[in-house]
């Protein structure tokens, strides 16, 4: 199975991850438009987060409008606005000027009110030391009573630096020492050339890929660690969507590596 969507530009809305073969519970998708343009849909039976990667638009849940909302340019432009779309419920996106947007869905049973998610409601944390150093800002984190089922997040990783280290999963339903989400990952890189390389890895060895990650590119973890690394000189950014049958995230270290997080106080202590 091949986990790794290739970035196509396509004008509109793109899905990317919309295969129960490779995720049961999360879709996602991007939305590219130009000023004035309007796309227009329903939940149906899931939740989304609309998550404006760059620009500005106004959007419409119901009766609900927000106008103008999106502050940054870019990703690597500060924090996201975003908004949250409960199921059932016909939605619509107009942009202003030119804009992109990650559109984050899994299955919810409940309906809940829509909400806007400014920048200042979004809680960024350096997370790690030394090499694995990284900023993990929570959009609908783990805490987050606004969803049922999703979880999501951006990370920014500096360049040469590695995310999800020590490797992390979260595939068995294990309470209270693992939770079972998938995962899925949207990047881009600064500058746009650059690369990231991405594995993905079980325990027994029966699952084991990487991949050379490019800006726009997509990874889906139905299961096993996931370590990503930042190639020297280029920010990697990353878009992370999160959901299972359970909203509770309990990642489980990779026992050969787990150590390395028992030094970054050592280390942090040393380098400052």
Same mark, same amino acid.
């Given at each position: 199975?091949?986990?790794?969507?290739?970035?196509?530009?396509?004008?509109?809305?793109?899905?990317?991850?919309?295969?129960?073969?490779?995720?049961?519970?999360?879709?996602?998708?991007?939305?590219?438009?130009?000023?004035?343009?309007?796309?227009?849909?329903?939940?149906?039976?899931?939740?989304?987060?609309?998550?404006?990667?760059?620009?500005?638009?106004?959007?419409?849940?119901?009766?609900?409008? $927000?106008?103008?909302?999106?502050?940054?340019?870019?990703?690597?432009?500060?924090?996201?606005?975003?908004?949250?779309?409960?199921?059932?419920?016909?939605?619509?996106?107009?942009?202003?000027?030119?804009?992109?947007?990650?559109?984050?869905?899994?299955?919810?049973?409940?309906?809940?009110?829509?909400?806007?998610?400014?920048?200042?409601? &979004?809680?960024?944390?350096?997370?790690?030391?030394?090499? $694995?150093?990284?900023?993990?800002?929570?959009?609908?984190?783990?805490?987050?009573?606004?969803?049922?089922?999703?979880?999501?997040?951006?990370?920014?990783?500096?360049?040469?630096? $590695?995310?999800?280290?020590?490797?992390?999963?979260?595939?068995?339903?294990?309470?209270?020492?693992?939770?079972?989400?998938?995962? &899925?990952?949207?990047?881009?890189?600064?500058?746009?050339?650059?690369?990231?390389?991405?594995?993905?890895?079980?325990?027994?060895?029966?699952?084991?890929?990487?991949? &050379?990650?490019?800006?726009?590119?997509?990874?889906?973890?139905?299961?096993?660690?996931?370590?990503?690394?930042?190639?020297?000189?280029?920010?990697?950014?990353?878009?992370?969507?999160?959901?299972?049958?359970?909203?509770?995230?309990?990642?489980?270290?990779?026992?050969?590596?787990?150590?390395?997080?028992?030094?970054?106080?050592?280390?942090?202590?040393?380098?400052?």
């Amino acid at each position: 199975m091949d986990y790794h969507k290739e970035y196509r530009k396509v004008h509109g809305y793109l899905p990317i991850i919309d295969d129960p073969a490779i995720c049961q519970h999360i879709k996602f998708g991007l939305l590219t438009m130009n000023d004035g343009e309007v796309h227009e849909s329903n939940t149906e039976g899931n939740e989304a987060c609309l998550v404006i990667l760059g620009g500005q638009c106004n959007v419409e849940v119901g009766g609900q409008k $927000w106008e103008d909302i999106g502050r940054r340019r870019n990703v690597f432009d500060g924090k996201p606005t975003s908004i949250y779309i409960p199921r059932d419920s016909p939605f619509r996106v107009e942009a202003r000027g030119e804009m992109d947007a990650g559109l984050c869905m899994a299955p919810a049973s409940e309906s809940r009110k829509p909400s806007l998610i400014p920048p200042e409601d &979004v809680k960024c944390l350096a997370v790690g030391s030394w090499n $694995w150093t990284r900023t993990v800002c929570d959009i609908m984190g783990n805490d987050s009573k606004i969803p049922q089922t999703l979880i999501v997040g951006e990370t920014i990783n500096p360049p040469g630096n $590695w995310s999800s280290s020590p490797p992390h999963k979260h595939d068995v339903d294990d309470l209270p020492r693992e939770s079972k989400l998938e995962e &899925v990952y949207f990047y881009k890189l600064k500058p746009s050339q650059g690369f990231a390389l991405q594995r993905i890895y079980s325990a027994d060895g029966e699952l084991d890929e990487s991949y &050379v990650i490019k800006d726009g590119d997509t990874v889906a973890f139905p299961r096993g660690y996931h370590p990503v690394v930042a190639a020297p000189g280029y920010q990697l950014y990353y878009l992370w969507v999160l959901a299972g049958k359970k909203r509770i995230m309990r990642p489980n270290d990779d026992p050969d590596h787990a150590w390395v997080k028992d030094t970054e106080p050592i280390i942090s202590d040393i380098i400052g």
